[in-house]
């Protein structure tokens, strides 16, 4: 196993290798983790090899964070009322969200949007 030295001289295992550096992640520790390796690579105190290191498992994070926005967009809904009062759902468009927020015509064919 591969291991990563801390400015202290002392050594802590590497992140795991492959799609399994994100597993059992959940998406703000992900994007935390992503963070934490900009900064390592930005500071320029790393030797290349675990520069390269660094991307790579930035790259599987990127990959995993973009994965996990694009579930999460799946799932959105949103909840209109009918004039008469009864709820419907409709998947989320993004395309049709910004253009309405655009003309401030957030509105159904026959209700409006709460």
């Known amino acids: 196993m591969a291991t990563t030295r801390k400015k202290s ?6 992140p795991p290798a492959g799609d399994q550096a994100a597993e059992g ?7 935390e ?4 390796i900009v900064a390592e ?4 105190e790393l030797p290349l090899d675990e ?6 498992e930035g790259t599987r994070l990127v990959r995993f964070c973009a ?11 949103i909840l ?3 004039k008469d009062g009864t709820v419907i759902t409709g998947a989320f468009e993004p395309e049709l969200e910004a253009e309405s927020a655009r003309t401030g015509a957030a509105k159904e064919k026959d209700g409006k949007l709460f």
Do not use: D, H, N, Y
């Not at 690579?41 to 320029?44: G, K, Y």
């Not at 520069?51 to 790579?56: K, M």
């Not at 994965?67 to 809904?77: G, P």
């Open 80 to 82: 209109a009322k009918k």
């Open 41 to 44: 690579m930005e500071s320029a």
């Open 33 to 36: 983790r992503l963070e934490k």
């Open 25 to 31: 992640l959940k998406f703000e520790q992900a994007l």
């Open 9 to 14: 001289g002392e050594t802590q295992p590497a």
């Open 67 to 77: 994965q996990k926005l694009e579930e999460a967009e799946k799932k959105i809904e």
């Open 51 to 56: 520069v390269v290191g660094r991307f790579e």
